[in-house]
């Protein structure tokens, strides 16, 4: 596996000089592409220094050994650094989601459980904002659609970062929401005190940086305009400033009403229909390529049940890690970090398996 550090090692400096050039910045899409790329090998090269220079650490202390007590009691603490500098580089060197560093579009929308469904959905996207918020996030509701008690029976949330490295981006942390959350709890509408399980379905599309990248074919859309429906102040219910895009081929529709603006509200559509043709583009690739990995942790069934809320014994569970924990309200509050990352780890650990199996 470390034979090809020497190509990424080339490949950072190469980025490096590019970055350095004012003419690239030009291009913010392109500057974009190589900040993204330049931040990613960074740890890799950091890891790579460290791993060589303790290699050559403990070959100068076992060669001293010999002449210096001093440097024999050195040997077994330097091994034992070098074998976990050499299982950190090993673990950057699994290839990486190439998505991982954009931002997303997350799509809640309620399921079985009437009433109860659509406030679990609330209460879930008030969680990842909160999540956001702790790690310096940026979220924006594009667009809800608000059950009679307060809750969402759908709704379209934008989480957006700054950072360029993808380690931190959020469709590395995001990407393994997608599925059907599991509440059990007695709900509001519930007199009798009884538990009950409703369900809440959670979609995550990585953005797409620019509209480039997905190209609608005006022909091949049907953009509906009428007037917005719920509650709202001036011009929200008075004008046809909801809009409703239905792109042909693949039957997507997406619709918007939260802007008092046609215009913003066709801005926000497309915004979010791109992102989920890039989703569907990239779901065919991977269907076509026999040979393709598909995530142990991130199936494309999107209707798999990966998650359980239970309020009385305020217990989350995930059931693709089998990770549990009992401070669901704190997990509530955004407390997200030790749950999302059973899933890295987990996802890690298959990709692992997956370079052995194939023994490079």
């Given amino acids: 596996m470390f034979e090809s550090v020497a190509g990424l090692i080339a490949e950072h400096a190469e980025l490096q000089e590019q970055l350095a050039d004012p003419a690239l910045h030009a291009d913010p899409g392109r500057a974009r592409r190589v900040n993204r790329r330049y931040a990613e090998l960074g740890p890799i090269v950091a890891a790579h220094a460290a791993w060589t220079a303790l290699q050559d650490d403990l070959a100068a202390a076992r060669e001293l050994a010999g002449e210096d007590p001093a440097f024999a009691e050195e040997v077994p603490a330097l091994e034992e650094q070098l074998a976990e ?22 799509e809640i929308k309620g399921g079985e ?3 109860e469904s659509a406030l679990f959905a609330a209460d879930l996207v008030r969680m990842y904002v909160h999540y956001a918020e702790s790690r310096g996030w940026r979220t924006e509701i ?44 007695v709900p509001a509408t519930e007199s009798q005190g009884r538990i009950h399980t409703s369900t809440t379905g959670v979609l995550v599309f990585p ?40 792109h042909l081929p693949t039957g997507i529709v997406v619709s918007m009403q939260n802007e008092k603006s046609q215009i913003q509200n066709r801005e926000a559509a497309l915004r979010v ?25 991130r199936g494309m069934d999107r209707s798999e049940r990966i998650r359980t ?7 989350i569970a995930d059931h693709r890690t089998g990770y549990k924990a009992y401070n669901l309200d704190q997990v509530m509050d955004g407390a997200l970090g030790p749950v999302i990352d059973s899933c890295i780890q987990a996802d890690e650990e298959a990709r692992l398996a997956a370079l052995g199996a194939s023994g490079q």
């Fill in 309 to 315: 809320y239970n309020f009385p014994e305020n217990r």
């Fill in 142 to 185: 594009l667009d809800s659609t608000e059950s009679d008690l307060g809750g969402y029976k759908d709704v379209q949330l934008a989480i957006k970062s700054s950072s360029t490295d993808p380690a931190d981006g959020v469709w590395a942390h995001l990407k393994y929401e997608g599925g059907v959350h599991r509440v059990q709890r």
């Fill in 207 to 246: 953005e797409v940086d620019e509209p480039e990248e997905v190209t609608i074919d005006p022909n091949d859309i049907r953009i509906d305009v009428f007037r917005s429906s719920g509650p709202g102040g001036q011009s929200v219910n008075t004008t046809d400033s909801a809009v409703r895009i239905t």
């Fill in 85 to 106: 500098a050499q299982e950190r580089l090993r673990r950057l060197l699994i290839p990486r989601d190439p998505d991982d560093g954009r931002d997303v579009i997350m």
């Fill in 113 to 115: 459980g009437g009433e």
């Fill in 273 to 297: 229909l791109r992102a989920r043709l890039l989703a569907r583009q990239q779901e065919e690739l991977e269907a076509a390529a026999s040979d393709a990995r598909r995530s142990q942790i």
